[in-house]
């Protein structure tokens, strides 16, 4: 049975950091692309980042230069690092995997992923 379990989340001051960490299983994730979405209340999911296995990744405009993303494949685990986190960061982030049909963009990953793990909350106050 494939999971994904999200862990890392927590309360934070706004400018503290926090690393969010999604360990996969049950299969093999070598031909996977794996990545963060996070969804805050009200409002729909969104992209936050993406990595291949190669290591290429990507990030919505709104992590760049704060987040960054990693991932262990010999442990099938990516990372998720969040510095200077803000208010407007609060949401529920949840990790995801799927295979990228050849050509497509990291950061199309939303469309493509097969496996979803079930969230970890991060709440950021001001």
């Known amino acids: 049975q494939v999971q994904l379990v999200e862990s890392g989340g927590g309360f934070v001051q706004a400018g503290g950091s926090l690393r969010l960490s999604c360990a996969a299983s049950g299969r093999t994730f070598s031909d996977y692309a794996m990545g963060w979405f996070r969804q805050a209340p009200g409002k729909e999911r969104e992209f936050v980042s993406a990595?291949?296995?190669?290591?290429?990744?990507t990030y919505a405009d709104s992590a760049k230069g704060r987040f960054t993303i990693s991932r262990d494949n010999g442990k099938n685990t990516v990372y998720l690092q969040m510095n200077s986190l803000k208010p407007e960061d609060t949401a529920v982030y949840y990790c995801?995997?799927?295979?990228?049909?050849?050509?497509?963009?990291?950061?199309?990953?939303?469309?493509?992923?097969?496996?979803w793990g079930q969230g970890t909350q991060v709440t950021v106050s001001s």
């Open positions: 995801a995997a799927g295979r990228l049909p050849y050509g497509t963009g990291v950061s199309s990953l939303g469309n493509y992923a097969t496996y």
């Open positions: 990595i291949r296995w190669s290591g290429v990744n």
